[in-house]
């Protein structure tokens, strides 16, 4: 079989053999809710009008009785009694590997930066499980920043936390530009969430450079875009280097 096929194959496998469909009850700030459906908490819903066409999409995130609530991924514009509420099944999956280096997406993992759709033959869970703590290896060694003031005095220990806290204008954004272009690391996560959406672009022409893109990885959830996308877009790369093949080691917020 062809690399094609078996990629359509993996694709089909533990789809369900029938479609559920449900009708919008009410429709109200961050919540709609549906009947006519069963799903779990978790679980994503696409809404389409009576026509067929995509409207947004949806996550489970309540049960009510008979009811489904659910957050909408998007704005509520263009829904109606007579939009269809369509539940898709199982975990959400999100790609990864080194395909995704380089590249800017939203917390839907859709690409904001025009280069096209990235491959799909390595997925994983959106939420995937905590690995077991006696399983973590012992930070023994320094992760080199390549800024002096942190190697020499705050020194970083791979796989370690660290918070960056600081008022607007005082160079957080400056700092995390330097780490992306200087840390000794294979690749980097960036999650700009709940910035202004001018600030993103200002961050990866400016601070970022071309430099730091090239080996980092981009989520942009700004302060427009609905809740539900913002508390989403954390738990997106990265993936484990078991996992993926792709070591980062290090993420910034």
Known sequence: MSRSGSNLVAALHGEPLFEQRGRIVTALGTTITVRGI?????????????????????????LHGEDII????????GISPDSDVVLRSGRAEIPCGDDLLGRVFDARMNPLDGLGPV?????????GEAPNPLDRAPISSAMESGIR???GLMTIGTGQ??????SAGCGKSTLMGLLARQAKTDAIVIALIGERGREVREFIEDVLGEEGLARSVLIASTSDR??????RAPALP???????????????C
């Open 149 to 151: 003031a942190i190697d």
């Open 119 to 127: 491959a799909q033959d390595r997925m994983r869970p959106l939420d």
């Open 226 to 231: 609905p809740a539900m996308e913002r508390v």
């Open 70 to 77: 659910l957050t909408p991924l998007g704005e509520l514009r």
């Open 161 to 166: 936390r660290i918070g960056v806290f600081a």
């Open 38 to 62: 069963s799903g779990r908490v978790g679980d994503s819903c696409r809404i389409v009008s009576p026509s067929g066409e995509h409207l947004l999409w949806a996550e489970i995130i309540g």
């Open 238 to 252: 990265p993936a484990s280097p078991k996992e993926c093949g792709t070591k980062a080691k290090m993420s910034c």
